[in-house]
């Protein structure tokens, strides 16, 4: 394999750091750029393809930048199954241009129902990013503690909820292998480290045999 990047991917790169170049993650000083490459090398370390690869440095696009990336210019520029990746890992309505977003329960529950009836191979992009939110967010309560939670527009336990709920979601889904027992390992722990109490999940307890063998 050539030590240099394909031209479609680096014309991703290229564009990523146009649309979100100045931008950090909520109240935070990481470059929203480094979730986006973060979440991108998790795909392709498990496996995943470029089409996968470039819909991961894309998947933010139509939920915070729709005025600058519209869903036609995506199809346009990288192809329908770039796209379909893209709006998987999206939780606005399909329609969304910028303004204020629906509530965000509703948006969360609508997202978990999509998919779980969605075929597996679509969904390792969300998964990562998943992932990588979570990774920040438990950087971040090691510094900052339960101030936190102040951040977000849902508190902590909806929070908690919903990571619980996408990983359960896409286990029923049939999504399976490193990338989902990392982000149920996460979920694990930031349920603990946030000191709640949760319902037990599908996974804790193939989790407490894997952490005593």
């Known amino acids: 394999m050539p030590d240099i990047l394909s031209s479609r991917l680096v014309d991703a790169i290229e564009l990523v750091v ?3 170049g100045r931008d950090s993650r909520k109240q935070s000083p ?3 750029i480094a979730h986006l490459l973060g979440v991108c090398a998790l795909v392709q370390h498990d496996g995943g393809d470029e089409d996968e690869a470039i819909a991961a440095l894309l998947h933010d696009a139509l939920e915070d930048k729709p005025d600058l990336l519209s869903a036609v210019a995506i199809e346009e520029r990288f192809g329908n199954r770039v796209l379909q990746l893209v709006r998987i890992s999206t939780d606005t309505p399909a329609d969304y241009a910028g303004g204020d977003k629906p509530p965000w329960k509703h948006r969360k529950e609508a997202y978990l129902a999509h998919v779980r009836q969605l075929d597996a191979t679509f969904l390792r992009v969300t998964v990562a990013d998943k992932i990588d939110n979570l990774r920040a967010l438990l950087a971040d309560h090691a510094r900052l503690g339960d101030a936190l ?3 977000f527009n849902a508190p ?5 909820w919903y990571y619980r709920s996408a990983a359960e979601a896409y286990r029923e889904a049939g999504f399976s292998g490193p990338l989902l027992n990392e982000l149920e390992r996460l979920v694990e722990l930031l349920q603990r ?4 109490t949760s319902p037990a999940s599908p996974f804790h307890e193939s989790d407490k045999a894997r952490s005593q063998a």
């Open 156 to 160: 902590k336990e909806d929070q908690l």
């Open 30 to 32: 990481v470059p929203v």
């Open 193 to 196: 480290t946030a000191t709640v």
């Open 149 to 151: 939670w102040s951040r």
């Open 18 to 20: 146009q649309i979100h």
